[in-house]
């Protein structure tokens, strides 16, 4: 139950920043859709640095957000279907190019936030600040490495 609550309120996110998303660029359609959902990722990883750098007292905290990652990295392959290039968007011709390297980076992502998730919940702020990294790092970092335009 608490996934599902935890999926849903990172899907409102999400869906409550297609307006901005859309305001700022001309980004419609699927391509919206994806913008905002990485920007929700996004919040939620600076919401786990702030709380790293600024509230290690409430670390615990972490794993909700990290929960919220693992279950939008899910359907990240799924809001790049083939055709939905963007010469405005930075996602590179290589995602469709090699489409399972890509869905592997995903899953990467959804594997090193349940990390985070679980180091979270032990209350050890070194430990979540390693497994933070490792998103980052491994996460995040071996997708745009890849198939994100450098801005």
């Given at each position: 139950m608490r996934k599902l609550v935890l999926?849903?309120?990172?899907l409102a996110i999400a869906f409550s920043?297609?307006?901005y998303v859309a305001a700022q660029n001309s980004a419609t359609g699927v391509v919206a859709y994806r913008q905002a959902t990485m920007k929700a990722i996004g919040a939620h990883l600076n919401s786990v640095k702030v709380l790293l750098q600024e509230q290690p007292e409430?670390?615990?905290?972490?794993?909700?957000?990290a929960t919220a990652i693992e279950d939008l990295a899910v359907v990240i392959p799924t809001m790049f279907p083939e055709g939905s290039a963007d010469?405005?968007?930075?996602a590179l011709p290589a995602i469709w190019e090699d489409l399972s390297g890509f869905e592997a980076s995903?899953?990467?992502?959804?594997?090193?936030?349940a990390a985070l998730a679980e180091a979270a919940t032990g209350g050890d702020v070194q430990a979540v600040a390693q497994a933070f990294a490792a998103v980052g790092k491994d996460g995040c970092g071996g997708c745009h490495n890849e198939y994100r335009a450098k801005n």
């Open positions: 999926a849903a309120s990172a920043s297609v307006p409430l670390i615990d905290q972490a794993s909700i957000h010469p405005e968007s930075d995903a899953m990467k992502l959804q594997e090193t936030s």
